[in-house]
């Protein structure tokens, strides 16, 4: 056999190298049958890996688009959300760029029929630099308005019937995409990358995670609000049960029976529904409220609390935004509620009215890495903060420390691994902590 390679290889052949029963051969020899065989042999560089075609991708979009303004064509940008691993290697970086684009768009219509966005990602970047094609066609939709049309037309008709069909042209809303969206995109086709080049996979900390959170919610109009001063780690029943142990209220989900209870039951509503606000292009899942009982329909304590899709040690993260609620008034021409401009307080209430139930297993104030100082609502209110989020761990405790200092009411330190804390500054008399 190794007569025949030496004669198929020149240098094999030059070596001339003796069958392996008889290799007694001078150190040269022996050196050089080594070099050959790690000169053929395929480096750990070139094993590839298969990023399979499918593999999903979280993305979210970086600005807002509305079917009133854009055009298809227009290019879009998106972010990747978490890390996308395949057999023990990150193939994309959490952060990393994804491009797509706007392809089709439809104005609002007559007859109440709204309008409609169709956006797709197109390639994202892997962690090597290549791009990856995407495939990801999503569609937004606005509100269609056939109650509305149908109601104005009705009313129409009875004041002058020959004005009725005017109301068929009353459009649906237009659609809108809000920043921060989120949507998942999967690879179109399989990737191949070289396994040296590829970092191992590792479950980002909390404290990392903060990167990916936004500042503050969206209406439904893509206009910025109330800044996010909250973040629970807990299982839904443990968050569920302490907001019911400490005293909250759920409120009513949809507007269209407000009348019917303030009729019925006057004054003495507590369930007085919230405005629909935006974090990852969703409304709230929970809305929580603590009216007060000299007068629950203007003033309350409030928070709305959005789930994310990240987890700390397994634990799901809930992001939240509270305001305390302290009259009714007029804004921009509509009755709405003026919050208490201090917000800081509003999160350090919730955060010892939750600490009061013995259901907080950890607590700490965690900085922003977008500070928000001084912003205003979606209806024009100024609003001040030292721009510090106070994290709740509710459940178990996971260490002895934190629970002896919750039972002694002192709020412990967070984790090393997984939390980083801003000393509070200094108050200032008649000024808010943060307020230039």
Known sequence: MFTRLGERSGLLAKARLAPPYVF??????????AFLVLLWAPSWGEVGLIVPAGTPVRLRLLRTISSAHAQSGDPLEFMVLGDVSVSGFTVIRAGARAWGSVTAVHGRRPLGLPGVLQVSADSVEMVTGKRAALRAPVQFKGHPHFLRMTAEALAAAIIFLPAAPAALLTPGSNSVA??????????????SLAAAQLPAASDPSLDELLGFFQP????????????VNLLFVAQQPDLERAFARAGWTSVD????????HLFCQGTHYTGLPMAHFFVFGRAQDYSYAMPDPSSILSKRHHVRIWK???????TPVWLAAATHDVAIGMQKLSVTHHIDPQVDAERDFIGDNLTSTHLVAHSAYLSSTQPVFKATTTNGQPYYSDSRILLLQ??????????????????????????RVMPAPPAVPGQSPGTP
Do not use: M
């Open 394 to 419: 509710l459940g178990r405790p996971r260490t002895t420390a934190a629970t002896l200092a919750v039972v002694s009411g002192e709020r412990p330190a967070p984790e090393a691994d997984s939390t």
């Open 253 to 260: 989900h949809s507007k269209h029976l407000v009348a019917w």
């Open 308 to 314: 994310t899709d990240f987890r700390d040690h397994g």
């Open 178 to 191: 809000l920043k921060n969206t989120e949507i998942t995109a999967h690879l179109d086709a399989d990737v």
């Open 216 to 227: 503050r919610v969206f209406d439904a109009h893509g206009r910025e609000g109330d800044i």
């Open 24 to 33: 007694g051969g001078s150190t040269r020899r022996r050196l050089l049958f």
